[in-house]
């Protein structure tokens, strides 16, 4: 008897909050309006970015067509001016309830993709805009280390409700190691050491960060069923650390590797909790998106550097799952926008 009233606060911190964490008093929860578009919707574009990606590492290590990874990247940048514009207009004609959003404490920590979006599509526009490329992970860079700099300053000023440890707290510090992954290739003079600064606090971070949330989840009521697809968040730090890592690194070396198994260790373990009938669609399943095709991305390049073909089966099979889960996500997502449950 004591469970209920725990399990019924819950819901309120879901990746998907309902309407009235965001309207003024007396609004009507079933209305659709864009007041209710959730900034979690940006985790689509960092998905589709990640496989994108993906795809032209098939392309130049497996000899995948090319016209996949260019496609799927033109789509990304579609999806991100698309859920942009929406947003905008949620920012201009509700301006409170983007602010309830962003003091959320769980939905404000999805403003964090926004930032790896940037960082993403400059990876992604690199290719085709070198100068377009460099703005985006410029503006990236200053939004991910401000954004990070106010989650963690909310944190330390303690009085923190324990429960709302949750896997979303992770996305912000997952952002400052999008800073090495995608900045590789940029000329910038300064680039070398805001990789490292970025590797730093990222790598840090994201370790306390998932120790809480694994208390949390150890020791306190399991999240609610809205809330599992952001379990997958928790492979993040250790997929998305292996790029980064290799990237400053230089290469892949054994401590690369490490974070690369453990990572899939993780996914092993969350899947299963994920991937379950029971789970009810909305757009925060999207949250399993990036977590997915930073994986898929780690075993591409670390079955290019063993070149070992069990791991390049691996790194096949990710792929393909990665690539049919989000058509999946793409083609569900169309239809609760056409029937209007989107914004509701």
């Known amino acids: 008897m004591q469970i209920q009233p725990k399990e019924s606060a819950v819901p309120s911190l879901s990746l998907h909050p309902p ?4 309207s003024p008093p007396g609004a009507k929860s079933l209305t659709s309006s864009i007041r209710n578009l959730p900034v979690s919707l940006f985790a689509s574009v960092m998905g589709i970015s990640g496989l994108a990606l993906a795809w032209r590492l098939a392309h130049s290590s497996l000899g995948a067509p090319a016209l996949i990874g260019e496609a799927i990247g033109a789509f990304a940048v579609g999806v991100f001016l698309l859920v942009s514009l929406a947003y905008l207009w949620k920012l201009a004609q509700h301006p409170e309830a983007v602010r ?18 940037l960082l993403l599509l400059s990876a992604v526009v690199g290719p085709y805009r070198p100068a377009v490329a460099q703005a985006l992970w410029t503006v990236g860079v200053l939004a991910t280390f401000a954004l990070c700099y106010v989650v963690i300053s909310r944190l330390l000023k303690g009085q923190v409700d324990g429960s709302h440890a949750v896997p979303a707290w992770i996305i912000p510090c997952v952002a400052t190691l999008d800073i090495p992954v995608t900045g590789g ?14 590797g730093a606090v990222g790598v840090v971070l994201a370790l306390v960060l998932f120790t809480m949330i694994v208390s949390r989840l150890v020791h ?5 069923p809205g809330m599992a697809p952001s379990l997958m968040i928790l492979v993040a730090p250790f997929a998305v650390g292996f790029l980064a890592y290799s990237n400053i690194a230089g290469g892949v070396d054994r401590f690369a590797a490490l974070l690369f198994y453990f990572a899939l260790f993780m996914f092993a373990v969350v ?4 991937f379950r009938p029971s789970v009810p669609f909305s757009a925060g399943w999207w949250a399993v998106s990036f977590p997915m095709a930073a994986l898929a991305n780690a075993a591409l390049k670390y079955a290019e550097f063993r070149d070992s ?13 990665l690539s049919l889960a989000l058509a999946v996500l793409a ?3 169309v239809l609760i926008v056409l029937n209007g449950k989107l914004l509701t």
């Open 19 to 22: 309407v009235p964490a965001f």
């Open 100 to 117: 309830a959003e962003f003091q959320h404490p769980v939905a404000g920590n999805f403003f964090g993709t926004i930032a790896i979006s």
């Open 185 to 198: 290739q940029m000329p910038m003079a300064w680039v070398a050491e805001v990789n490292l600064l970025a």
């Open 220 to 224: 306190r009521d399991p999240l609610a």
């Open 271 to 274: 899947a299963p909790k994920v």
């Open 309 to 321: 073909a069990p791991l390049w089966v691996l790194a096949i099979v990710l792929l393909v799952g």
């Open 331 to 333: 083609v569900r997502t």
